[in-house]
Every structure is written in C-alpha cells, then in structure tokens.
C-alpha cells in the first residue's frame, strides 16, 4: 500500500512537506496544484516556479496542474520533465469556486471531452507518468455520473488514479463513500488494469489507511489530507509525545523563515496541530498567536518545554 500525503493549496508546500518529512514521511509527496496558464505566461512563471520547487526530501514527488488549455498543458509537462519530478499529476476534483469558475479542477468534470484532450496533451509531451486526482462526480443529479466519469478516465490509461469519494457538491459534509470502492476497483480491472487506484477522503492516520487497505486489499494507496494538518506525525505508527509536537513545531519555524514566500502569520494556521489535548494548551496556543514572529513563538515553546 503506497501512503500518500494529499496535495492542499495553501498547506503542502516545501515547508510543510519537510516537516512532515521529519515527523515521518509518506511514500509520495505532491506539489501544490499549479495553473498551467501561470507557467505559460511570463506573469506568472515566478510564482509557478516557486511551487515547483523540489527540496532534498521531497523525491520522489509529483507534480500536480490544473487548468483548461491543452496547449498550456503541453509546455507545462514538458518543463516538469527537466525539473526532477516522478510524474504529472492532472487536478480535475478541486471543488474551490473560483477553480470551478475556470473550468478547471472539478470543474472539469462537466466537460469531459476537454478533460481527455488535456490528459491526451499532457502524456504526449512527457515521458514522465501521467496521473489524475478527482472526484467522484459533480453532484448526484448534475452532468456525468461516477460510472460514466471514473471509465472515461481509466480508458486513458493513466498511471494512477486518484479518486476523492464525495462528489464537487458535497464537499466535505458527509462520509466518504467507501461503499463505492468495489465497483471503482472492478472499473480499473475491466478497462486499465495496470492504473493504481488511490483513495482519499476521510482517513486521519497510517492506522485508519491500514484498516481500509484490509478491507479493500485492491486499492493500491489511501492519500491522507486533512488527517495532516491536525497530526504532521499521521504517517508515523505511534502518536507523538507533547514534546515530539514542541520539538517538531521549533523545525517548522525553522524551515519556514528559511524556505517560505508567504508571510508569517499563516504560520498561525498550524500552531492548533502542535498545541491541543493537555492542560493549558488553550493558553499558551493564545499566547502564540499574537506573535508577531517566529522568534516569540519560539520562546514560548522553548518554555513550555521547560514546564513538561
């Protein structure tokens, strides 16, 4: 069973993938998803750029597009292939509206025959493995279905296949369907056996994937998201000690004044991972977010060491 840490816009950065890396990292890692028509244009090259960056604990990683322009989609994949990625990967489930607006992410769902074309561009202009991350559907009334949507992208022979179990509309307000993960399975076996079925939606740790891999020993990974940003240890069998967590978060403000192009407070998103269930946590988690730095974070927690 491959684990996998879920590509998040926002969070799996090259300053959050080391940090995981350190707690204990997964099989794969993912960049955050990037817009092909940011890389196609000299506006936005820099940016793309940036999230494209590879550290040395990163490979092997892949990396994830999204967009609706298969001409974008070419030159994008040809320049990952000299960059030192495992693969492409193709984002057609991002239910974030502003993504859907512009036809991308799950966006795509509802323009299949331009989703092909993408896939079809970006597997002739690398040599690298291609793969997708989507969603079940668009919703369950609306456009194409799941057994119409997961077979069309399967006929493609894509190297992995990710598959997110809730549809655009849910979100993330109800279970993830893993009654649905039998018939995706028997799908791959029918039309592309040699395609990796990767699950995603609900799984917190390596225990819970381990509990879901048992019980559909067809799947061939479970990507955790969310489960990360709560636990950066998931992928570890044992849970961290308060001072494994303290210890971790010192390496997290490290690693970002180093390597992080965004500003300091939405390091204050992260602080609740380290600081949570004992007593006092409320308190001295207050106390760090009206920092003003790393540097005051990093006294606080260098005391709360001191009080363990």
């Known amino acids: 069973m491959i684990l996998i840490l879920a590509p998040m816009e926002g969070v799996t950065d090259a300053v959050f993938r080391q940090v995981v890396a ?26 793309a750029l940036e999230r494209f960056k590879i550290t040395e604990t990163d490979p092997p990683i892949i990396a994830q597009i999204w967009g609706r322009v298969p001409e974008y989609f070419s030159e994008t994949a040809r320049a990952l292939q000299k960059m030192g990625f495992f693969g492409v990967d193709i984002n ?44 079940l559907s668009y919703s369950n009334t609306e456009g194409i279905q799941y057994n119409e949507w997961l077979p069309l992208l399967l006929k ?33 076996d029918e039309i592309a056996p040699e395609t990796k079925i990767i699950v995603n939606g ?28 709560s636990n950066p240890f998931c992928f570890r069998e044992t849970e ?16 970002f004044e180093r390597d992080s192009r965004r500003p300091f407070e939405t390091m204050r998103h992260f602080f609740k991972s380290y600081v949570k269930d004992f007593p006092g946590a409320g308190e001295i988690r207050n106390r760090m977010m009206v920092a003003e730095n790393a540097e005051e974070v990093r006294r606080i927690v260098k005391d709360a060491i001191m009080g363990l």
Request: net charge positive; proline share 5%.
């Open 156 to 188: 493609e022979q894509l190297s992995m296949l990710t598959v997110h179990l809730r549809t655009k509309t849910e979100m993330s307000k109800v279970p993830a369907h893993y009654e649905l993960i039998p018939e995706i399975l028997k799908m791959r």
């Open 22 to 47: 350190r707690a204990q990292r997964p099989d794969l890692f993912f960049t955050e998803f990037t817009n092909v028509n940011s890389f196609a244009s000299l506006k936005g090259r820099k940016n």
């Open 202 to 229: 609900d799984v917190k740790n390596r225990k819970e994937a381990e509990v879901l891999a048992e019980k559909y020993p067809g799947i061939d990974g479970v990507m955790i998201g969310r489960g990360a940003i």
């Open 92 to 135: 057609m489930g991002c239910p974030d509206r502003h993504v859907v607006a512009n036809g991308g992410g799950a966006g795509m769902i509802k323009t299949p025959e331009l989703a092909v074309e993408c896939i079809r561009a970006t597997k002739e202009a690398t040599e690298l493995p291609v793969s997708a991350k989507t969603r």
């Open 240 to 255: 961290p000690t308060q001072k494994e967590l303290y210890e971790l978060l010192l390496y997290h403000l490290e690693v």
